[in-house]
């Protein structure tokens, strides 16, 4: 009888004995499971992935040989785990790029007014180039200009910075000065100037007028919250005078909102389907433009699109096509044929997740398929008239930046162009 009370007493100190390595490294879950499989039971319950998730994580902070910051670790498993979904368009947005997403999908923010790039000097990072600076905007009113390059921000230098570094600086309260230090072409010495940050909303739409062809021209850079609004402005602009046409550009137009998209459509069809969105349940809900919006477009309408259109571009671009209200020239379109919801998280990371795939009104499904390599094979929205691009043309004039009111596009110069206002005027009364 001592034999068997040893030999129980070893086993219960060995079962604590293990737990407890298991309670100190926070897994009292594994601990459990220890003590059970020792004993030879069976009926312990299985952990739930987000239980396994935590023990994980747990294991780590505790025992890896090295600390470990946890928010590091949290971060890397939720895109992991959004990653495992194979799906390019579900991801997770750290609290930075979620900003970013954030004030680009707005388009409106507190800050100067410009939109910046890297600039580089013999392979050196020295600073952030204006590509675009808004008229309307106060670092316009303070003096900077396109092509300037920032190389400070209030008295410290950007030199080495990332872009968005660089933009954390600049931004801020509404009302505060912030000085930057810029570069202007053709000057060796750095000037500085004294700009009040205010509430600026971005322009994502611009115009033009060709009188020679009297056709109308109309850059839409992105599908943001006021794009309607200044849709509604520049169109206004552009009517000012004798039209037989107009053209729409959403080449490199990455998309936005679903609901402007819907809006704009709402100008052209009342009370059309725009989308079917089939959810996760398998049933599909529609989006539909509204009423008492129309405007009376007595004028044949091109659209141009190449393979960086997407998403609410596409659904713009394809409805206006199925209801026979454009054509289409150019190239095939991306092929986004999905639509995400922003989930925001309390520390200011968000998650954009996957909750429908959509389908055209005539165009149905327009889904890009590509081979193992990710290559394009096929989807997106298949021009009319199809116009490759010309290679010998600019990057800047293929996609036209926003703001670039002296340079937009020259249909001398860009063969898209050209053959959207041929098509256009072919088809004018």
């Known amino acids: 009888m001592r034999a068997v009370g040893f030999l129980v007493s070893l086993i219960v100190l060995f079962a604590l004995g293990f737990s407890w390595r298991d309670i100190q490294s926070g897994d009292p879950a594994d601990a459990i499971s220890a003590f059970h499989g020792i004993l030879g039971g069976s009926g312990a319950a299985k952990p739930l992935p987000e239980q396994e998730f935590q023990q994980a994580f747990n294991r780590i902070q505790v025992e890896y040989y090295r600390p470990i910051e946890p928010k590091k670790l949290k971060y890397a498993g939720i895109s992991g785990m959004m990653a495992s979904l194979g799906d390019p368009h579900t991801m997770f947005l750290v609290p930075q790029i979620a900003r970013e997403f954030d004030r680009d999908t707005k388009a409106n923010y507190v800050g100067v007014g410009a939109k910046l790039s890297t600039y580089t000097r013999h392979g050196d990072i020295v600073g952030a180039r204006a590509v675009a600076v808004f008229s ?145 349940d398998g049933s599909i809900d529609h989006e539909y433009t509204v009423g008492n919006m129309v405007h009376d477009f007595n004028y044949p309408i091109a659209i141009l699109i190449n393979g960086d259109s997407a998403s609410a571009a596409e659904i713009f671009s394809g409805a206006l096509r199925d209801y026979k209200v454009a054509t289409l020239v150019g190239t095939h379109s991306y092929g986004k044929a999905s639509v995400q919801e922003v989930y925001p998280f309390k520390d200011g ?81």
Not at 201 to 212: A, K, L, M, N, R
Not at 257 to 264: F, G, I, K, W
Not at 267 to 276: D, E, I, L, P, S
Not at 416 to 421: C, F, S
Request: glycine share 10%.
């Open 136 to 280: 309307e905007g106060p670092g316009y009113a303070a003096g900077l200009r396109r092509g300037d390059v920032i190389v400070g921000v209030n008295g410290k230098s950007v030199e080495g910075l990332s872009v968005e570094e660089d933009v954390d600086r600049i931004m801020g309260q509404e009302g505060t000065l912030v000085k930057l230090s810029i570069l202007k072409s053709g000057e060796g010495n750095p000037v500085v100037i004294a700009v009040r940050r205010s509430h600026v909303v971005t322009p994502t739409v611009e115009s033009t007028y060709f009188p020679q062809y009297k056709v109308g021209y109309i850059y839409i850079a992105s599908f943001s919250e006021p794009t309607a609004e200044q849709f509604d402005r520049e169109l206004a602009k552009v009517e000012q005078n004798p039209l037989r046409g107009l053209v729409i550009d959403v080449r490199g137009n990455p998309g936005g909102y679903l609901e402007t998209a819907v809006e704009m459509l709402s100008r052209f069809k009342a009370n059309k389907v725009v989308v079917g969105m089939k959810m996760r």
């Open 349 to 429: 990371s968000s998650g954009k997740v996957t909750i429908a795939r959509y389908f055209l009104p005539l165009s149905g499904d327009i889904g890009r398929r590509v081979d193992e390599d990710g290559s394009y094979i096929s989807g997106g929205l298949e021009p009319d008239v199809k116009v490759e691009e010309d290679d010998v043309l600019p990057d800047d004039l293929r996609n036209p930046p926003v703001n670039r009111t002296s340079d937009l596009p020259d249909p001398a110069d860009d063969n898209q162009l050209r053959r959207a206002i041929e098509v256009v005027l072919s088809k004018a009364r």
